[in-house]
């Protein structure tokens, strides 16, 4: 009963905060007489949504795919690069210092280079989404695969493990918690490094993702389409992050702290 | 009498300088019981590790029997149970088995031995996490069973468990060292377990480690709860106190 009950509030909650925030914007809008293109109400929002829906899926699902291919991409050279600076301290004193400067260069600034060098655009925005969405799982993986148990290494050392055992059966297992924890982040990072790249390549057309039709929406102070596209986006990164936990918990339950339900 | 293993003037000074142990002269014979008692510190654990091969001795010597011990030649219980926590009870005994080299297939019949040694046949497929912290002690122990070890190197393998618990699985270990014809070199803290297991006790003194006392324990079999109150055993525990208490002043 407990349970069902927090869980209840968990959702209900929420909802009650939702309704009460609509509410009030609709009301200012209303009482005010905001006009539309300065801050539409919430009623319009749900109204263009439904009308610009179809057309508006069509950009949504553009984005979502350069997202995925980034955070697809970015998970497996992601794990495969902290495995490499695993493997010895002098490889990964070399290279690490250039991931970091990867990492803290703004996307913004170097997403007209790479959309120049690279020419396809769906490849572009892969690239630079890509280049937001790794670091996060080889900083975390890296973590992960040197923060081996005491006691486990002396066991594996005992039994005279050889290095690829001590990396499948120990490393590896150990890092798993680290690395999901940086793919639920850069889940996130790769939208935004996707929309960022879209809003740089501004390309339109029929491949244009949802930040051009944003941008598009914006100049043409269609603000209730704006809103509607912006709405997506962030349902796309609320699924993305809640897809992302499930697997997590999935994948950890039973051994690990962070995903044992009872534990806390 | 032959021996399994000799150890000859061995110390160990680490990289901080701390000298651990020093001139330590111990030889130990196939079968016997060995305990290893002495305060905290006084370098119990870094002796059974220079033995197990994890470190290295600074200075002298340890020579086995028949060559160097092979991959499945030593069982290790830590004083904790570095159980792997992704790894069902059953797989966590498996890993020294699985580390050699032997198929799961092949190595089901001797997890499965070992199990019901340690009286865990029936929570093969709990994670650690399920298990409480008397079983995972047992489960290190048929980990450390498994291979079927020359020697047995337990490290306060009972410190954490109650007084039932401990007892019932010094029991245990009583049993299998008698029916597997084991060495073991036992690290304790109690002197009443000490002299309960053993067939010989080697007490320690710090600073750096050395052994001051090595006592044979000779009781006949049966060891049961009737010789925990015998006065014979009293007498031993008392011994074996004095040269504690003489190691402690040193
Ligand atoms: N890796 C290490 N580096 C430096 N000093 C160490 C290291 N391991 C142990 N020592 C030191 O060596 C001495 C003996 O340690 P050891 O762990 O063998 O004691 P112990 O007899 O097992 O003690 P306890 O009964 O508390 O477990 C201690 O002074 C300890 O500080
Ligand atoms: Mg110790």
């Known amino acids: ?264 | 009498m032959s021996t399994l293993l000799r150890l000859d003037g061995v110390g160990k000074r680490f990289a901080n300088g701390t000298q651990a142990l020093d001139g330590i002269d111990l030889a130990v014979a196939p079968g016997e019981f060995v305990s290893l008692v002495g305060p905290s510190g006084c370098g119990k654990s870094t002796l059974l590790r220079l033995v197990s091969g994890l470190d290295n001795p600074s200075t002298g010597t340890i020579a086995w029997d028949g060559g160097e011990p092979g991959q499945s030649d030593i069982g290790f219980v830590f004083q904790d149970a570095t159980l792997l926590p992704w790894a069902t009870l059953f797989d966590n005994v498996y890993l020294p088995l699985k580390l050699g080299g032997v198929s799961r297939a092949a190595a089901r019949p001797r997890i499965e031995e070992a199990l019901v040694l340690v009286g865990l046949a029936d929570a093969a497929k709990l994670l650690p996490r399920e298990a409480s912290g008397g079983m995972r002690m047992r489960v290190s122990i048929a980990r450390a069973l498994v291979t079927r070890p020359k020697i047995l190197l337990l490290d306060e393998p009972f410190a954490a468990l109650d007084e039932i618990t401990r007892f019932k699985l010094n029991d245990d270990l009583l049993r299998l060292w008698r029916d597997q014809n084991w060495t073991v070199l036992f690290v304790t803290h109690s002197v009443f377990e000490s002299v309960y297991l053993s067939t010989r006790v080697v007490v320690m003194s710090p600073g750096p480690g050395r052994i001051t006392a090595d006592a044979p324990i000779r009781f006949m079999d049966p060891r049961n709860a009737d010789l925990r109150t015998s006065s014979d055993f009293a007498t031993l525990c008392r011994e074996v106190s004095a040269h504690l208490a003489r190691a402690m002043a040193a």
């Open chain 1, 1 to 264: 009963m407990n349970r069902a009950r927090e869980m209840f509030v968990d959702v209900a909650a929420p909802c009650v905060v939702a309704l009460l925030f609509l509410t009030g914007w609709e009301w200012i809008v209303r009482a005010q007489n905001i006009p539309p293109y300065i801050l539409p109400g919430p009623i319009l929002i749900a109204q263009t949504l439904w009308t610009d829906g179809p057309s508006l899926m069509n950009s949504l699902w553009v984005t979502l795919r350069t997202t995925l291919a980034a955070l697809a991409s970015a998970t497996v050279l992601g794990l495969a690069l902290a495995v490499a600076l695993a493997q010895s301290r002098l490889i990964e004193r070399s290279l690490y210092p250039y991931l970091v400067i990867l990492q803290v260069t703004p996307i913004v600034s170097i997403a007209p280079l790479i959309i120049i060098w690279v020419n396809d655009v769906f490849l572009s925005l892969l690239v630079c989404a890509w280049l937001v969405a790794f670091f996060p799982i080889v900083a975390n993986t890296t973590l992960g695969l040197n923060s081996i148990d005491r006691g486990h290494g002396d066991l594996f050392r005992l039994y005279r493990a050889s290095r690829w055992q001590r990396l499948m059966h120990l490393r590896l297992p150990t890092a798993l918690p680290y690395f999901l924890a940086g793919v639920r982040i850069s889940g996130g990072l790769a939208l935004i490094g996707a929309v960022v790249a879209e809003f740089v390549a501004g390309s339109g057309g029929a491949e244009s993702g949802l930040a051009f039709r944003i941008l598009e929406a914006g100049y043409r102070l269609q603000i209730p389409r704006l809103f509607a596209a912006l709405l997506l986006l962030s349902l796309a990164g609320i699924l993305i992050h809640a897809v992302l936990g499930f697997i997590t918990r999935r994948i950890l339950r039973g051994w690990h702290e962070s995903a044992v339900s009872d534990g806390r």
